[in-house]
């Protein structure tokens, strides 16, 4: 893999803290949810994503003495080998007394996945932790597929502007392999609905347009303007609000 098929993963290993932050701050408006069975495939996912990073970034003999000699890279595995990938019968589940131990653990966990593997990948990349998940946002503020038409339509005047009929949707990074001709493929990006919405959607079409065309473009924001992205989201909930009266 590529540095930046590399990033996907631990891209996707941060969205699930992202989650993770959301269900905390949000729990009064999606607790009737099985929020268990939620917390727990966000933590398969995690932890699947960045053994992948680690086995993919390094040669099998590095990769096996980082598992050794590295505690938390140890600990990441432990947890994929033994919970996530199977149900070992010796596995000790390490239990904490509140969500923001555990979401404290996991960036750690993460924090350090970046730094053992910052030669390989792209020297340009950031981790933005948003407290935002998309499928939890539209449940907890009740956004319909027909609301969330009238929403974009309102939102993004120029919504269908670009016409892709011509072209291939290249959806993962994943189906690089069976790219025969990348010029017949393009690579979706959407505005959604909040600016942490747009972030994450921003990231993830930086990653597919770089491994499809071999670029070096990526989207952050600094963190003195993070507040933003607060104030947006309350914004849009204003005027969701709107919407819904007329």
């Not at 932890?47 to 003495?65: Q, R, S, W």
Request: proline share 2%; net charge neutral.
């Amino acid at each position: 893999m590529n540095d930046w098929q590399l990033a996907r993963y631990l891209i996707d290993a941060k969205k699930c803290i992202d989650s993770l932050l959301y269900i905390d701050e949000n729990i009064d408006s999606i607790s009737n949810l099985d929020l268990y069975e939620i917390i727990e495939a966000k933590l398969r996912h995690f932890y699947i994503n960045l053994c992948i990073l680690i086995d993919n970034g390094f040669g099998k003999k590095e990769a096996k003495v980082l598992k050794k000699d590295d505690p938390i890279i140890n600990g990441i595995f432990y947890e994929r080998d033994k919970n996530y990938a199977h149900k070992d019968i010796n596995y000790e589940r390490k239990e904490f007394d509140n969500r923001k131990i555990l979401i404290y653990k996991l960036k750690k966990e993460l924090n350090h996945c970046l730094k053992v593997c910052k030669e390989k990948l792209p020297d340009c990349i950031t981790i933005n932790y948003v407290s935002y998940d998309k499928n939890l946002f539209r449940f907890a503020n009740q956004i319909s597929p027909i609301l969330e038409k009238e929403l974009k339509n309102v939102l993004f005047s120029d919504n269908n502007l670009i016409n892709g009929d011509n072209y291939k949707v290249f959806n993962d990074t994943e189906e690089i392999k069976n790219v025969a001709n990348k010029n017949e493929y393009a690579v979706i990006i959407e505005n959604g609905l909040t600016l942490k919405e747009g972030l994450q959607n921003r990231q993830d079409f930086c990653i597919k347009i770089n491994v499809l065309h071999n670029l070096k473009t990526w989207c952050t924001i600094p963190q003195k303007y993070e507040n933003i992205l607060d104030i947006n989201e309350k914004d849009f909930i204003t005027f969701l609000n709107e919407v819904r009266k007329k």
